[in-house]
């Protein structure tokens, strides 16, 4: 499932997001989308695994959690 996180701090790192999530399970994937000029995050992330129940877990376990004096936003992203 693949799951999209959003309002993460901009100095959040790619195994940050990653290690917050293992917490709930297997993550196979997560790519930090970054600004092409600059490099910097733009601030969110897409995050799969591909457990359901354990993606559904981390979701409703994450949103709205306080991560690096952030609060972030989680769901499921939209199927592409």
């Given at each position: 499932?693949?799951?999209?996180?959003?309002?993460?701090?901009?100095?959040?790192?790619?195994?940050?997001?990653?290690?917050?999530?293992?917490?709930?399970?297997?993550?196979?994937?997560?790519?930090?989308v970054l600004d092409q000029v600059t490099g910097l995050s733009k601030g969110f992330a897409f995050v799969e695994m591909p457990d359901e129940n354990e993606a559904e877990a981390g979701v409703n376990a994450l949103n709205s959690y306080l991560f690096a004096n952030s609060k972030i936003r989680v769901k499921v992203a939209n199927p592409e």
């Open positions: 499932m693949k799951i999209l996180v959003r309002n993460l701090a901009r100095t959040t790192t790619e195994n940050e997001v990653r290690e917050l999530f293992s917490t709930h399970g297997t993550v196979t994937e997560c790519d930090l």
